[in-house]
């Protein structure tokens, strides 16, 4: 099945500087890559997502590239503030006949005023 | 809309008893899915439905736990009899369909087996 790392696991930034998170995965069947934001006793819930016919997206503050060759996906977040502090998870949607998404284990970050 | 509901938000139980977790989707989405979440396993697929169908169960832990889909506005999570390992909190998402969509997460439900 899918296998999917990140790192890192925790993350502290002074506001106002980016902050990269970056994910492994290991089918390369996966064809649907999200990030989601989890802040402290809330849901998870989508801020970006990628498929696999690009390369890199923007929405804002907020980039997600892709390597399909070397797979690997990283989550680019610039002028960073302190309301983005949060976990963040990345996610590998495999395609075939198993459609489920695996999560990486996280990564805590703080944003310091 | 209001979004994927979950009840309840808090269970306190004692280790043996039956505890039942409750998530209605939003509705028109076909794909819905449990997970539980643990400082030491992150987040876990545990089953998923499409179409009311179970799909994957896989992630399922062992036979204490089971989900049923009785139709397009319903599920639900039994786990039975309950164990302090069991502790964490439990996540309903659904999505429009199961490929590559994006998942739709409830707020959670906190249980804690003592």
């Known amino acids: 099945g899918e296998n999917v790392e990140q790192h890192p696991s925790t993350l502290s930034v002074q506001e106002g500087d980016s902050a990269v998170i970056k994910c492994t995965y290991s089918d390369s069947a996966s064809n649907y890559f999200p990030w989601y934001k989890q802040e402290l006793g809330k849901r998870p819930q989508l801020i970006i997502d990628?498929?696999?016919?690009?390369g890199e997206k923007k929405d804002q503050r907020i980039a997600v590239t892709l390597n399909k060759t070397a797979k690997h996906f990283s989550l680019h977040i610039t002028e960073t503030q302190p309301e983005d502090s949060a976990v963040y998870f990345c996610?590998?949607?495999?395609?075939?006949?198993?459609?489920?998404?695996?999560f990486g284990k996280g990564t805590l970050l703080t944003v310091n005023p | 809309d209001a979004g994927v509901i979950q009840s309840p938000r808090h269970e306190v139980t004692e280790m043996g008893q039956e505890v039942t977790l409750r998530c209605k989707p939003i509705?028109?989405?076909?794909?819905l899915f449990w997970y539980r979440q643990t400082m030491m396993r992150g987040l876990e697929l545990l089953i998923y439905f499409n179409n009311n169908v179970p799909i994957d169960d896989s992630g399922m832990p062992e036979d204490r736990f089971s989900a049923k889909m009785p139709n397009a506005s319903f599920s639900t999570l039994k786990i039975q009899p309950s164990e302090p390992r069991d502790s964490a909190v439990y996540f309903c998402?659904?999505?429009?369909?199961?490929?590559?969509?994006?998942?739709?997460f409830g707020p959670g439900t906190r249980l804690t087996v003592l």
């Open positions: 996610a590998a949607h495999s395609g075939g006949s198993n459609y489920k998404l695996t």
């Open positions: 509705s028109g989405h076909n794909s």
């Open positions: 998402a659904s999505s429009v369909d199961r490929a590559n969509n994006e998942q739709f």
């Open positions: 990628i498929r696999s016919n690009v």
